[in-house]
C-alpha cells in the first residue's frame, strides 16, 4: 500500500511552509499527500500580506471527503486561523480515530504575522490538543498555551512539555529552535519518559517553514509505519538536513525556505 497522510493546514503562496512544506515534505519522504486547506495567505519571504479564511463547513468538507476514499495513515495540521476551524477539523477527526495526528500549533508566522485569533487558543488547547498523538510547539507557543514565560533552559523545556502532556496530549516534542548555543535542542516527552534529540545549530537565515517540516516529516514517518520515537528522530535528522543545504535554493529577498528536496535535487 502506498503510504498516505493528510495535511490540514493553511497555503503559504511563496511555497516556503503552510500546505506547500508539508506536501513537499510528504513527496520527499516517501508518502502521497493529501490536504484540507484552512486559510489562503498571500505572503512571500518578507512577510505575510493578506489572509483569507476558508468558511468552516468547506474545511469539513475537504477532511470529509478525502477521509472517505483514502486510505489516510497519518494527520499533520498547521494553520488553523480560528475557534470554529478548530472544532470542526475536531469534529472531522472522528472519522480517523485511530489514526495518529501531529499537531503543529501554528500561532504568529517567523514575520510576527499573526495565523490563530487570540480567543482561539483555548479551543486548541481543550478540544484539539487532546486529540494529538503529538504536538509540536516552539519555545513561544509551548508557554502560550500554558500561560506563562518562555522556556530558558532544557529543564523548563522539560517541565512545559511535561505540562503540556498533562492537558492531554499523548506526546510532546518542544522544540528549541527558538533558544541559543551550539545545539538545536528538541525535547520529546511521551509514555516512556523522554528523548532528547540535539544537532549542530546551522547558521542560516533560511528557516522559513522548519516548524511546518518538522511536523509534516514526523506525519510521514508515522504513515509509514515507524514508531513516534523512531518518526521524531528522523524527522529531526530531514530537517537538519534541510536547513543545512537551504542557501542553495537562493529563493526571495528575505527568510527564505528550508531545502525539502536536499536528498532529492542533485547539487
Same mark, same amino acid.
Given at each position: 500500500?502506498?503510504?498516505?497522510?493528510?495535511?490540514?493546514?493553511?497555503?503559504?503562496?511563496?511555497?516556503?511552509?503552510?500546505?506547500?512544506?508539508?506536501?513537499?515534505?510528504?513527496?520527499?519522504?516517501?508518502?502521497?499527500?493529501?490536504?484540507?486547506?484552512?486559510?489562503?495567505?498571500?505572503?512571500?519571504?518578507?512577510?505575510?500580506?493578506?489572509?483569507?479564511?476558508?468558511?468552516?463547513?468547506?474545511?469539513?468538507?475537504?477532511?470529509?471527503?478525502?477521509?472517505?476514499?483514502?486510505? %489516510?495513515?497519518?494527520?499533520?495540521?498547521?494553520?488553523?486561523?480560528?475557534?470554529?476551524?478548530?472544532? %470542526?477539523?475536531?469534529?472531522?477527526?472522528?472519522?480517523?480515530?485511530?489514526?495518529?495526528? %501531529?499537531?503543529?500549533?501554528?500561532?504568529?508566522?517567523?514575520?510576527?504575522?499573526?495565523?490563530?485569533?487570540?480567543?482561539?487558543?483555548?479551543?486548541?488547547?481543550?478540544?484539539?490538543?487532546?486529540?494529538?498523538?503529538?504536538?509540536?510547539?516552539?519555545?513561544?507557543?509551548?508557554?502560550?498555551?500554558?500561560?506563562?514565560?518562555?522556556?530558558?533552559?532544557?529543564?523548563?523545556?522539560?517541565?512545559?512539555?511535561?505540562?503540556?502532556?498533562?492537558?492531554?496530549?499523548?506526546?510532546?516534542?518542544?522544540?528549541?529552535?527558538?533558544?541559543?548555543?551550539?545545539?538545536?535542542?528538541?525535547?520529546?516527552?511521551?509514555?516512556?519518559?523522554?528523548?532528547?534529540?540535539?544537532?549542530?545549530?546551522?547558521?542560516?537565515?533560511?528557516?522559513?517553514?522548519?516548524?511546518?517540516?518538522?511536523?509534516?516529516?514526523?506525519?510521514?514517518?508515522?504513515?509509514?509505519?515507524?514508531?513516534?520515537?523512531?518518526?521524531?528522530?528522523?524527522?529531526?535528522?530531514?530537517?537538519?538536513?534541510?536547513?543545512?543545504?537551504?542557501?542553495?535554493?537562493?529563493?526571495?529577498?528575505?527568510?527564505?525556505?528550508?531545502?525539502?528536496?536536499?536528498?532529492?535535487?542533485?547539487?
Amino acid at each position: 500500500m502506498t503510504p498516505i497522510a493528510l495535511t490540514i493546514a493553511g497555503s503559504d503562496s511563496s511555497g516556503g511552509a503552510g500546505i506547500q512544506a508539508d506536501l513537499k515534505t510528504f513527496a520527499a519522504l516517501g508518502v502521497y499527500g493529501a490536504s484540507a486547506i484552512t486559510a489562503l495567505t498571500a505572503q512571500n519571504t518578507e512577510g505575510v500580506d493578506a489572509v483569507l479564511v476558508v468558511p468552516p463547513d468547506f474545511v469539513a468538507r475537504q477532511i470529509r471527503v478525502v477521509a472517505r476514499d483514502l486510505d %489516510v495513515r497519518a494527520v499533520k495540521i498547521g494553520m488553523l486561523a480560528t475557534g470554529e476551524i478548530i472544532e %470542526v477539523v475536531a469534529e472531522q477527526l472522528m472519522a480517523l480515530a485511530d489514526v495518529p495526528v %501531529v499537531l503543529d500549533p501554528v500561532m504568529v508566522a517567523a514575520s510576527g504575522d499573526v495565523l490563530l485569533d487570540e480567543d482561539a487558543i483555548d479551543t486548541l488547547r481543550t478540544v484539539l490538543l487532546p486529540r494529538a498523538t503529538l504536538i509540536t510547539p516552539n519555545l513561544p507557543e509551548a508557554a502560550k498555551l500554558l500561560g506563562r514565560a518562555e522556556a530558558k533552559d532544557e529543564g523548563e523545556m522539560r517541565s512545559q512539555a511535561e505540562a503540556l502532556r498533562r492537558l492531554g496530549a499523548g506526546a510532546v516534542l518542544i522544540k528549541g529552535g527558538h533558544a541559543k548555543g551550539p545545539e538545536a535542542v528538541d525535547i520529546l516527552v511521551d509514555g516512556e519518559g523522554e528523548l532528547r534529540l540535539a544537532a549542530p545549530r546551522v547558521e542560516t537565515a533560511n528557516t522559513h517553514g522548519t516548524g511546518c517540516t518538522l511536523s509534516s516529516a514526523v506525519a510521514a514517518e508515522l504513515a509509514k509505519g515507524a514508531s513516534l520515537r523512531e518518526a521524531v528522530t528522523r524527522a529531526k535528522a530531514y530537517v537538519t538536513g534541510a536547513l543545512r543545504q537551504a542557501d542553495e535554493l537562493r529563493i526571495g529577498k528575505g527568510r527564505g525556505p528550508v531545502h525539502h528536496f536536499h536528498a532529492v535535487w542533485k547539487r
